[in-house]
């Protein structure tokens, strides 16, 4: 067996649902407002921790509370509470950068894992993190010349953290980019008063902008890219190199992402690690990936920094270029569990027989298939409309409530 481990980003319990269905070995998510997602994702509160945990134990996947945002002292207790409540819940461990974290969740004998805040870029800074942390995350930045030499040097050195074992490397491997050093932007902060590093960036980066010469005048608008607004990043042809690098730990980006992100980007890269092993990891099974990855949220992708580039690859847009789109149509009325039927209401759009439909819930994560049949009043039908209340038969268990969305190509919105 490998030891490679699927990080997924979770944002609500549709999200964790749909990680564990993906095949993550280990997910992460914020509470309240000390973590680098607070404004920009739907955060779960302190309360919501037993239940987490409880879940990941059941389905044997770890769980990583992200407490990396600078912390002032009048938050000081408040940061105890947490890493106390955590602790409490039984959290695998903590991602954190500021020294008042690292330094409590110590005392207290809770696993810490190095966030990329850290800015980790040299052998020097693991060994200087291994005091605290059995994890860490380098840069995103480094090539991954530079990320294998730094696992080798920690092999060779027999680098360990507190709990004895070799210190594992984590990298980003799949998602939205930051044009700052590790995400260390204060555009945000001094344009609004908003900080990034507290988790409140209001992504100016994602603009437009026209360039203004003050002397001559002379304007510029530039032309199909947003400047300052990197495409994501994607490694999913680049995962063999990733794991002869030495990387342990392969991070996906996007805690404030849908459900369905959630469950693809992790499939496919759970998929591509497994295939490096058996000998499966093949430009057919890579295109395929690729066509995947691209169905959901993401703004153009190019392979970040890793293969040694030194400028990024800006995009073209300002949303999502996803080759798909959901469209919400209803909820479940009811399902039955003996034939396996879901009886759903619609309320905003039709349904018809050979539609892609998608069913997300707490419980049930993100279900996907094809209606290839459906009855509506007791009679077969082809097509379900506003108000009807058509039912269908699905291959697994769905819960009422859950919400149902029909799947269509993004030029048919």
């Known amino acids: 067996m490998h030891d490679i481990e699927i990080m997924s980003p979770v944002g609500s319990f549709e999200s964790l649902m749909a990680a564990i269905q993906g095949g993550a070995g280990s997910v992460y998510f914020g509470v309240g407002k000390l973590n680098m997602r607070a404004r920009s994702s739907v955060n779960f509160t302190l309360g919501d921790l037993e239940k987490i945990t409880r879940i990941c134990r059941q389905y044997k996947v770890k769980s990583y509370l992200t407490l990396n945002a600078v912390i002032y002292d009048e938050e000081l207790e408040e940061i105890r509470g947490i890493i106390d409540t955590a602790k409490r819940h039984r959290v695998t461990a903590i991602i954190a950068s500021d020294i008042a974290v690292l330094e409590y969740a110590r005392s207290q004998g809770v696993e810490i894992h190095i966030s990329t805040q850290c800015n980790i870029t040299n052998i020097s800074a693991v060994k200087f993190y291994a005091q605290y942390a059995d994890v860490m995350v380098t840069a995103r ?39 700052a050093v590790s995400g260390k932007c204060y555009l945000s902060l001094h344009n609004h008063n908003s900080s990034a590093n507290r988790g409140a960036c209001l992504q100016d980066c994602r603009r437009r902008y026209i360039v203004q010469d003050k002397e001559s005048e002379l304007e510029l608008e530039i032309d199909n890219e947003y400047i300052m607004s990197p ?9 063999d190199k990733v794991l002869e690098a030495g990387v342990k730990v392969l991070k996906i980006e996007g805690r404030g992402r849908s459900p369905e992100y959630v469950k693809t980007v992790t499939q496919c890269y759970h998929e591509a690690v497994e295939a490096y092993y058996t000998g499966d990891f093949t430009q057919e099974n890579i295109e395929k990936w690729d066509k995947e990855l691209a169905k959901v949220y993401n703004r153009g992708f190019w392979e970040g920094y890793y ?74 039908c082809y097509k379900a409309t506003k108000g009807d209340n058509p039912t269908f038969r699905v291959s697994r268990t769905v819960r009422r409530n859950d919400k149902v969305y029909r799947v269509v190509t993004a030029e048919r919105i």
């Open 231 to 239: 495409k994501d990043l994607k490694t999913i042809h680049l995962i």
């Open 141 to 179: 930045e480094l090539s991954l010349d530079q990320v294998a030499n730094i696992t080798r040097q920690i092999s060779e050195q027999n680098i360990r953290g507190p709990k004895g074992d070799l210190i594992r490397i984590e990298i980003f491997v799949h998602g939205a980019l930051c044009m």
């Open 307 to 380: 293969l040694g580039r030194k400028l990024g690859e800006w995009s073209p847009v300002h949303g999502s270029l996803a080759t798909q789109k959901k469209i919400y149509v209803g909820i479940v009325a009811n399902y039955f569990a003996k034939t396996g039927i879901a009886h759903v209401r619609l309320d905003t759009q039709e349904l018809n027989v050979g539609d892609t439909v998608q069913i997300v819930g707490p419980t049930t994560g993100v279900y996907e298939a094809v209606i290839d049949e459906m009855v509506n009043e007791d009679k077969p």
